[in-house]
């Protein structure tokens, strides 16, 4: 749930975050598509409340349902788990409820367990040392991912300078004992690791020549503006863990819902932490063919995509 412009920007938001979603799963080596669906909101519109946000939701539900099982929505920006509770009583075609109801609950803690995993990796590669004790990190987006990501990094010891577009946020930078400061700032701070959390594109022609960080892993979404600008942060010898190899670990905790011993978060928390494999693996590929870790991010999931084709045909 999300403010767009016009009809037109947020189909292009719903498709671009489709194809992530579907780049996501074939990565992580889910047996699940991509999709993504948008409620847009008029643009200088606050999000609904009350009787006018349960209505929305539930025709968003009527419209998932139409679907017929093709398409399962999820919690994702601009909604939450009670959100999910009211769309599914439209629709059984609903994941990420409550777990006392058998599902696999909010998703954000284990978006942000597995964007740490990738950072774990990819500090490895950067420093020899996966260890992010004494390391600096950059959380830019203290919302429900990006805030749990700050408080499990906190608890390895890392040094975090934080920020937000909501001034509210600073609350929870204060008790992290995180350096406080404005989102364009974080971004371009002095720190060994980024962690872009919040919208994407935020990397781009004008920002990447101004980073100074070592490694950049992050729960947003679409980080980069432009393919291309992968092949900037490799020129400047930046390790990136591309987007939707590391903040896979909210849609590898709902695919346990979908196996047959049904929902288990010792099982889930496993799974998860798998990122840091899928990670390894991108980074190996990458290295072994001189690719971005984009292109081999990529070429593994189009190769996986393709197997599943050929399996199903």
Known sequence: MWTYADSRAAIRDALRLSRAMTFKSAVAGLPLGGGKGVIMLPAGHAPPAGDDRRDVLLDFGDTVGSLGGAYVTAEDVGTSDRDMAVIAEATDHVAGLAVETGSSGDPSPWTALGVQCAMEVACERAFGSASLAGRSVAVVGLGRVGGKLA?????????????????????????????????????????????????????????????????????????LAADAIAVQLADRGIVWAPDFVANAGGIINIAVEFEDAGYDAARAEERVRGVSDTTRAVFDHAEATGATTLAAAMEIARRRLAEAGAAAA
């Open 151 to 223: 408080r499990l990094l906190a608890e390895e010891g890392a040094t975090l300078v934080a920020a937000d577009v909501d001034e509210g946020k600073r609350a929870l930078a204060d008790e992290l004992g995180a350096r406080w400061t404005d989102p364009d700032s974080a971004l371009t701070a002095d720190v060994d690791v980024l962690a872009p959390c919040a919208l994407g594109g935020v990397l781009d022609d004008d920002t990447v020549p101004e980073l100074k960080c070592r490694v950049i892993a992050g729960a947003a979404n679409n980080q």
